[in-house]
């Protein structure tokens, strides 16, 4: 195999044009040699705005490409089950604008909502592969991903928690559908504090409209919704000692992010650490 390489620069030139309005304005030049297109050489353009509407409320705009970078190691991280012998290549999103609204609310709560669209000229899916349907090979595609979310904040002193949901509109070339990628997330996550030595985080995440291909050829299957519940809790009983537990899928629920690999269910990890 040939020596894969990836090189990005960004120069941007910041400035306030009016009051309130903060813009910064550039190019990204990216040098690579497998994004599965002739050019090795891209250049994008950079623009962001960010304008305060109100003293507690933000816009924010951008404009810009980028060549996004894949590795064996990114992508058997993320599925443990890839096939052997891939065809490694990054994603080349041509052109991804973003707009949102942030705004507070006092009492360190706060809101944002927003878009987020991004224009692939190849994006990776994972696919069973035909011979074996326990391993996973990629697919490449030009694709086209809408992500609307919105969020919600809240951070006082050393507590916090956010909510988010995004939901996502796929326009994929080749394939069947934008298979093993969801349509619908929701993520909460939290930072407690608790008699200044208990730390609780507490998570949940919700995957809905994940596609599959299915047994019959050019069709597709929807996956389970995937809920996952749990937390993580430290506890310093010393400036030396502290011990952690950590619970996962409290619900024991046996879902699927990739066809036929359903996840463990309930699951418990403990330890102790001490610092001499």
């Known amino acids: 195999p040939a020596p894969r390489h990836l090189f990005k620069s960004d120069l941007l030139f910041a400035?306030?044009?009016?009051?309130?309005?903060?813009?910064?304005?550039?190019?990204?030049?990216?040098?690579?040699?497998?994004t599965l297109v002739k050019k090795d050489?891209?250049?994008?353009?950079?623009?962001?705005?960010?304008?305060?509407?109100?003293?507690?409320?933000?816009?924010?705009?951008?404009?810009?490409?980028?060549?996004?970078?894949?590795?064996?190691h990114t992508l058997s991280a993320e599925n443990l089950w890839i096939n052997s012998n891939l065809p490694l290549a990054h994603n080349l999103n041509t052109?991804?604008?973003?707009?949102?609204?942030?705004?507070?609310?006092?009492?360190?709560?706060?809101a944002t909502s927003g878009f987020d669209f991004s224009n692939y000229a190849n994006l990776y899916f994972y696919v069973n592969a035909l011979n074996d349907k326990?391993?996973?090979?990629?697919?490449?595609?030009?694709?086209?991903?809408?992500?609307?979310?919105?969020?919600?904040?809240?951070?006082?002193?050393?507590?916090g928690f956010d909510l988010r949901?995004?939901?996502?509109?796929?326009?994929?070339?080749?394939?069947?559908?934008?298979?093993h990628r969801p349509k619908l997330k929701l993520e909460a996550n939290g930072t407690f504090t608790l008699f200044d030595r208990l730390l609780f985080?507490?998570?949940?995440?919700?995957?809905?409209?994940?596609?599959?291909p299915s047994a019959i050829a050019n069709e597709v299957v929807t996956l389970p919704s995937a809920t996952d519940l749990g937390f993580?809790?430290?506890?310093?009983?010393?400036?030396?000692?502290?011990?952690?537990?950590?619970?996962?899928?409290?619900?024991?629920?046996?879902?699927?992010?990739?066809?036929?690999?359903?996840?463990r269910g309930f699951q418990a990890l403990g330890g102790i650490t001490w610092k001499f």
């Open 41 to 72: 050489a891209h250049v994008f353009p950079v623009v962001q705005a960010v304008y305060q509407i109100a003293p507690k409320v933000t816009a924010r705009a951008a404009l810009s490409g980028d060549v996004e970078k894949n590795s064996l």
């Open 165 to 179: 949901a995004d939901y996502f509109l796929w326009t994929v070339t080749d394939l069947a559908a934008a298979f």
């Open 15 to 34: 400035f306030k044009p009016i009051e309130n309005l903060n813009l910064e304005a550039g190019l990204r030049v990216a040098f690579e040699n497998d």
């Open 134 to 159: 326990s391993r996973f090979d990629l697919n490449y595609d030009a694709a086209r991903r809408t992500d609307l979310y919105t969020s919600l904040a809240f951070q006082r002193g050393k507590s």
């Open 232 to 263: 993580k809790m430290d506890y310093n009983f010393s400036e030396r000692g502290s011990v952690m537990i950590r619970l996962t899928n409290l619900l024991s629920n046996e879902y699927a992010i990739y066809q036929n690999y359903p996840v």
């Open 95 to 110: 052109l991804d604008v973003e707009g949102s609204v942030r705004a507070g609310f006092g009492g360190g709560f706060s």
């Open 201 to 212: 985080r507490p998570y949940m995440v919700l995957l809905s409209g994940i596609q599959a």
